[in-house]
């Protein structure tokens, strides 16, 4: 029996040892480095003096907007839209299914950077495939990156395209799980399509929909290489997300202490959010 | 009738959403193949077909980024596949102090993803001695929580009769891991180690904070220095003079290293599709 134990601890060791140096860690070498101002000489302890200038209105909480509003756009392609076309693929049976989650699963196994080449051409100024659609009703050319009213949208906008791909996979999945007879049932009795999404298949798949709340929240914060090759971060710091923001201050500002502090608060903040949706999950199973 | 009218019009809406998902990849294609950068239409672009884009890439370099790519991806996959079933048939089979609370912090770990940590983890790696060298891209890459997870539920299933007998007959718990319960889940490794090599292979950030020399760059890195190397003019860092040459098409090159460089995962999606789908979901629902 204790060697049955011991053994259980050794099969998990290699895999803890890893999770805790550079998975558990981590969260803790940040909480402490958030407490001093990092300079390339040493460390001085200002207490929670880097915390105190992150709170305040400035950039750290702009970034919080910006992801904010990718977490909309996010949301909106993953729970809404991809559930309405899991539910339209499911009419059209598993075969439709197989083929089209292929083809909108295909921008997510595409490195980012690929199709980001793509929508930088779609985007440029001069030539530009939505510009050469303005022109041709005989619009002025927009400079689509280059103004914050729009680079945050065009932004959103090229997110989007891999949003799709994993929303409709799972739901299709969740979909494919439900009784059959169950629904034909409840069409027996007389309810209409609505009626049937609505009441039944709706309230049954939201497990799932909180799966991808927590999953669209975590793609919110951590937009990154999207941001870096597109905008660069700009025009004037509007398509900055909460990741990129602690990458900017930390390598473009060098203020290593601040973009710590920034790390602690993000983490925190997910956790606390991830811990409130589980539960709401658990009961919801329960 | 009405209702098979709205059955259609709905189709031709998935078909909308698939053609704008393709499209990226589309004019990624017609790009590679075009002498200069033009959006038009694939009616008019056949017309203008070159192949001088593909003749430019600088094979060399890029079998190079291939190589590293292979090494460092192959590793993380290989050492992730083994550590987390190892761990998962743990937590699923065994008893030991502690348990739960270990098995807690996978799941915590699941939730603050590497990328919102990226920062102590670079300066832990930069502390470790491990800046800017194989180790350092695959070492701190191994963290696979989800795939502990993964694994865990696909041991539950398991029934305990055949490795009570082996280990009746005297086998070691490693025998009985290594000779009957690794050939009972394939499926499994086959899942894990798609998904691990996946994503390691996609991930531009880590290995962009920790390489310098272009020595080391991978596929990934290759590519992030063709998208920005050839528009700013800075040549990114360093590599390929050959990239700065006026004459050349920017776009249709970065186009054609796309195309090169995304075609793995690609394939390997194709392959392995089935096994890729049982994973996300897996990994998703049951909890």
Redesign the interface.
Known sequence: MVRKQLQGMIFVAPALLFLLAFGIFPIFYSARLSLYRVELLGRTWVGLENYKSILGPGPFWDAVRTSSKYLCAILFFNLVLSYLVALGLYRWGPKIVTVFQAFYYVPVLLSPLVTIAAWRWFYRYEGGGLNRILAFFSLPPVMWLGLPSTALWAVSFMILTGALGSGVLLYSATLGQLNREFLDAARIDGANELQIIWHIVTPLTQPMRLYLTIMSVLGAVQVWERIYFFTGGGPIGSTRSITFEIFHTAFNVKRFGVASSMTTVATVATLAFAWVVMRKLRLQIG | MVKDKA?YL??L??VG??V??????W??IQ?SFLAK???ISPLRAWRHITLDNWAFLPVGLMLKWLKNSIVVCGSITILVTF??A??G???A?????R?DE?FG??L??M???????????F??TIDLGLYNSYLGMI???????SA?FLSRQYFMQFSDDVSEAARLDGAS??QI?RHIIVPLSLPLLAIISLMTF?GA??D??WQFLVTKNVDLYTV?MG??MF??GLTSGAGARGGGEFLMQSHLNV?GL??AA??V??MP??IL?VLG?KYF?KG??IG??D?
């Open positions: 059955k709905i189709l809406a998935l959403l698939a704008w998902s393709l499209l990226p990849l004019f990624t790009t950068f033009v959006i550590m987390s190892l761990a048939f743990s937590f089979k065994y008893e030991f102090p348990r270990l912090l996978f915590l770990a939730i603050v993803p590497g990328v919102m940590i990226f920062l102590p983890k300066l832990i070492v701190p890459s191994l963290v696979a929580p502990v718990e490693f891991f996946l292979w996609g531009f950030m990934v590519l992030g998208l920005s776009e970065q186009a796309s195309l460089l995304a995962p690609l999606f599709q789908l996300l979901i998703s629902v909890q």
